[in-house]
Every structure is written in structure tokens, then in C-alpha cells.
């Protein structure tokens, strides 16, 4: 079992470049999640989904947008990339019951210049 | 505000001795609290889970605690290893949909 796999590792954008980020997992979880974590802060939710074709906004969504057309791929798009999107993004997923633990992928590291 | 708020400095600790970590939360009255390790360059990694009828859980050398009237949990590393050296974050939820919540983490230095 792979887990949940993310690509690419590391990534450098020029600003208003669009870019997107892959996750998939094939532990067959119903639910994944988009967490972004920058120095000094918690992991913070941007998107996550409950199923294929389900989507919705975590804390913060804006300047990204996510499809969910399997179970097993939850891509995050850059649309426009700022500064300010420069961090560590991190794709989870979990199998959705109650108080489910999270496996997380290896992260994402990308920076907006 | 809610507000969920881990130690930002690092903990210095000997290798034999028992780590205390804490996870102070306001604002929040969580269904469940999550503990997970996070290595450099790495993503988070579940350790522990604690409900919050529960007051105490273990798991081999690792020890949560709940305290509801505090709001506050303890995460204890028994025995520490420099192994252990690593960054600890807790993770809250609400009843319903698990939104989890992290905290900044602390990172632990185990020396030898």
C-alpha cells in the first residue's frame, strides 16, 4: 500500500501562474482533506471532500479550487498564485466514521515568487 | 475567540526521562482529541486518540490525558529516546463531521 500520495515535492511559481497540486490514495477513503501549514502555524483546512463529486470549503479556500471525480484523486488547484500562497500543503484522507485518525501524504512544498 | 495552543518552544529533554507536552484549547468543546507526530519534511502521523468521556489513554510508552474542566490534554512520552525527537501536534473535533483543528505543535529534542 502506497497511501496517499502527493506530487510534485517541491515547486517554485512565478506569480499568476496557475498550477495543480495531485493527491491520490488507495486505501479506498471516503473522505480527504487539504491542509496548507506555514511556519509557526497549525495545519489549516482548505478543501475537503466526503465522497466522489462532493466538495466544500474548509477555513481557507480562497485562491483554490479542488474536483473529486473518484474516490481515489482530490486535486487542488492554483489559480493566480500570490505570495501568500507560498507553504507546505499536506492531502489527507480518512475512511469518515467518528473521531477517524488522518493519513497524511508527504507534503508539498511551494513557493510564490 | 477558539483558540487551540501548544508550547512554541521546543522541549530539552534527556533520554530516559518522561516528555510532557501540552495542548491548552478555548472556546472549543471537543467530542475528541487527536495526537500526531510530525517529522521534518514530513506529513503528520497518528498516535492517540481520547474521547472526552475519557479521562486517560495509553499506548505502550505514550500516555494522553483529558481534562475537560481545564480544557487542556497532556501527552506524556515515557522512557524518552532520541528517537522521539520529533514535532508533536494535537488535533481537536467537534461532535458531527471531524473538521479537525491542529495546534502549532511543539518540538521535542531528546538528547542522549
Known amino acids: 500500500n502506497a497511501g496517499v500520495t502527493q506530487t510534485p515535492k517541491f515547486r517554485i511559481l512565478k506569480i499568476g501562474q496557475s498550477m495543480t497540486l495531485q493527491c491520490t490514495q488507495d486505501m479506498n477513503h471516503n473522505y480527504m482533506y487539504w491542509y496548507r501549514q506555514d511556519p509557526g502555524m497549525g495545519l489549516k483546512l482548505i478543501y475537503y471532500?466526503?465522497?466522489?463529486?462532493?466538495?466544500d470549503k474548509g477555513e481557507v479556500p480562497n485562491g483554490y479550487n479542488v474536483s473529486r471525480s473518484t474516490t481515489e484523486d482530490f486535486p487542488l488547484r492554483l489559480e493566480l498564485a500570490a505570495p501568500s500562497q507560498t507553504s507546505v500543503y499536506f492531502c489527507?484522507?480518512?475512511?469518515?466514521?467518528?473521531?477517524?485518525?488522518?493519513?497524511f501524504g508527504s507534503g508539498t512544498q511551494l513557493s510564490v515568487l | 475567540s477558539q483558540k487551540i495552543e501548544q508550547n512554541s518552544e521546543a522541549l530539552n529533554i534527556q533520554e530516559g526521562k518522561t516528555a510532557t507536552l501540552t495542548c491548552n484549547y478555548t472556546?472549543?468543546?471537543?467530542?475528541?482529541l487527536q495526537w500526531y507526530r510530525q517529522d521534518p519534511g514530513r506529513g503528520p502521523v497518528f498516535l492517540l486518540l481520547i474521547r472526552e468521556n475519557e479521562k486517560e489513554k495509553r499506548k505502550e510508552r505514550l500516555k494522553v490525558t483529558f481534562d475537560t474542566t481545564l480544557k487542556q490534554s497532556l501527552f506524556h512520552i515515557t522512557a524518552s529516546q532520541p528517537a522521539d525527537s520529533a514535532t508533536y501536534l494535537c488535533a481537536l473535533a467537534t461532535t458531527g463531521f471531524q473538521k479537525l483543528v491542529f495546534g502549532t505543535g511543539t518540538r521535542l529534542l531528546v538528547s542522549p
Open positions: 472556546n472549543y468543546s471537543p467530542a475528541y
Open positions: 471532500s466526503v465522497g466522489a463529486g462532493i466538495t
Open positions: 489527507a484522507s480518512s475512511y469518515g466514521t467518528e473521531d477517524e485518525k488522518l493519513f
